[in-house]
């Protein structure tokens, strides 16, 4: 089992939350809900591995996140 790191924003003008995992080319869904956003990214992340040679998915970044700061 791998963690990967989900990039989450917030669409002011839908509401809808957005998802996207940097590491993976075509990983990005939305939803009504951070619930309903994680889901989708879990059912998003298999579908884009199933479609991935062995090579291409040991190649993704082990540690691949954000960082938040303020200022």
């Known amino acids: 089992m791998r963690d990967f790191a989900v ?5 002011e003008e839908s509401g809808m939350y957005v998802g996207t995992v ?12 951070l619930d309903e956003l994680r889901n989708k990214m879990e059912e998003v992340v298999l579908l884009c591995l199933e479609e991935m ?3 291409e998915i040991e ?3 082990e ?5 938040r700061i303020a200022i």
């Open 53 to 55: 040679e062995n090579d």
């Open 59 to 61: 190649s993704i970044p």
């Open 63 to 67: 540690y691949n996140c954000t960082m």
């Open 22 to 33: 940097p590491s993976i080319r075509g990983a990005h869904t939305f939803a009504k809900s």
């Open 7 to 11: 990039y989450v924003s917030k669409d």
